[in-house]
């Protein structure tokens, strides 16, 4: 059982669509990250929030827009995709932000195919 | 420039040998050393960690090696069982970076 949770699990969307996938942790943990991860890659880093407050982007095209509501929350909106956006999107979360030695916990991800 | 490599895209071993898995990394600012276990359709989950400081950390079947000098990582899973058959990826990272992936390594363990 993984202890953050992604909704939903599969999205299939067109390119004029706007959707948005969600990440949810109650582990008290001060850092959420977005990666995105293609079929037999590593997963790719795209955004990190620190204590609720973007701190890294990873040069990701703006028709992704991370949100963090709150410390357990963690949004990523979604418009006008591109086919080569179509991948597996994971949220992580860590107790402390990035370089304490702490591992990442990863949610089972959102399957998205763009249409 | 790949940073953390994995050279063995996939391994096969018997169930009840020993799996060991090896990861190179080029950056000796790393200091902190993950590997990830991941099966089709969910999430990596996170197995055993070390850091720069130590050798050699234990957790159950898994042990992973640090050997600092020669820039490498290694995991070993003793007595593989079937169930361990997944993908595994090393990560590393320094202060104040995000992690560093490796390409993964496809474990099968044959019954």
């Known amino acids: 059982d993984t202890e953050v949770t992604q909704t939903p699990k599969h999205l299939v969307m067109g390119m004029t669509n706007k959707k948005s996938l969600k990440c949810e942790q109650h582990m008290g943990h001060r850092a959420m990250y977005w990666y995105k991860q293609k079929a037999k890659k590593p997963p790719e880093l795209m955004f990190v929030y620190s204590y609720e407050k973007l701190s890294i982007n990873e040069s990701v095209p703006s028709r992704f827009s991370p949100e963090c509501p709150n410390s357990s929350l963690l949004n990523l909106h979604l418009h006008a995709l591109q086919p080569e956006d179509s991948a597996l999107y994971l949220c992580?979360?860590?107790?402390?932000?990035?370089?304490?030695?702490?591992?990442?916990?990863f949610g089972d991800g959102t399957r998205l195919s763009i249409l | 420039d790949q940073q953390v490599k994995q050279n063995s895209p996939s391994l096969s071993v018997q169930e009840g040998r020993i799996s060991i898995l090896n990861c190179d990394y080029t950056n000796s600012m790393f200091d902190y050393f993950l590997w990830y276990k991941k099966y089709p359709a969910e999430g990596p989950t996170f197995l055993i960690s070390i850091s720069s400081i130590k050798d050699k950390n234990e957790d159950g079947r898994f042990t992973v090696f640090l050997n600092k000098s020669a820039k490498h990582l290694s995991l070993h899973i003793v007595p593989s069982q079937p169930g361990d058959s997944a993908v595994y990826f090393c990560a590393a990272s320094q202060p104040g970076q995000n992690f560093v992936f490796g390409p993964g390594t496809r474990l099968s363990v044959l019954p």
């Open positions: 992580a979360s860590s107790q402390d932000p990035l370089g304490n030695n702490q591992p990442q916990h």
